[in-house]
């Protein structure tokens, strides 16, 4: 168990629709990242927020938006979902950029079906 | 070229048997390594992180990291069914803020 937690478990939207998916990372790591993993590939990054604050986005549009709170918990939302949106989001806590140490711990993920 | 490459397999390897991992890496700024494991309909779980030339041994897992190669690998020894997984290889861009993933490779072992 990496302390990291995910809701919900699985997700069924239809096209078009907005999402809201949660995490919350293990106390003491103040940064989160958030993944895409279509079947079959490894986790494509999608943001990084330290301390409240975006740190850095992979390539995704800006209906990808998400947002971090003090309490360790973070919001990932997808506006306008498509088709291809459809895949397992994971997020993962970490102590934050500059550590020595800067394992990243997943979370057990969301599995989102865009039909 | 890919940030991080793997050879997606899949491997084959009977119980026992020493399974070996690759992966290359582009930036050559990176400074730390990560090797996770991933059950199919699972989260990834972090299994070993390396950060100097060399090897660092855990248990059955062993990590090599060449940086002037660019190329990590990952040694399971004495492979167990049970280490049958998708296992990813990840680098941080030199930054430190994100992750780059291979596509995995994916090991079965054969009792």
């Known amino acids: 168990e990496t302390g990291v937690t995910q809701s919900p478990t699985h997700l069924i939207k239809t096209r078009g629709q907005q999402v809201t998916l949660r995490c919350s990372s293990q106390s003491g790591h103040n940064t989160v990242s958030w993944y895409q993993q279509a079947l079959g590939q490894g986790p494509q990054f999608i943001f990084q927020y330290y301390r409240e604050e975006e740190n850095g986005r992979g390539n995704f549009p800006p209906r990808f938006s998400g947002l971090q709170f003090p309490n360790y918990s973070s919001e990932l939302n997808v506006n306008a979902l498509e088709l291809d949106d459809s895949a397992l989001y994971l997020c993962?806590?970490?102590?934050?950029?500059?550590?020595?140490?800067?394992?990243?711990?997943f979370g057990p993920g969301t599995r989102l079906t865009v039909l | 070229q890919k940030e991080v490459e793997q050879n997606s397999g899949p491997l084959s390897v009977p119980e026992g048997a020493i399974a070996s991992l690759n992966c290359t890496y582009s930036d050559r700024g990176s400074q730390s390594f990560f090797w996770y494991r991933q059950y199919s309909g699972k989260s990834p779980e972090l299994i070993m992180s390396i950060y100097s030339n060399g090897d660092k041994e855990d248990g059955r897992f062993t990590a090599q990291l060449n940086k002037a190669s660019q190329y990590v690998s990952l040694l399971i020894r004495d492979s167990q069914p049970s280490d049958s997984a998708t296992y990813l290889c990840?680098?941080?861009?030199?930054?430190?803020?994100?992750?780059?993933f291979g596509t995995g490779t994916s090991l079965t072992v054969i009792p």
């Open positions: 990840a680098a941080p861009l030199n930054t430190g803020n994100q992750f780059y």
């Open positions: 993962a806590s970490s102590l934050g950029p500059g550590q020595i140490r800067d394992e990243q711990f």
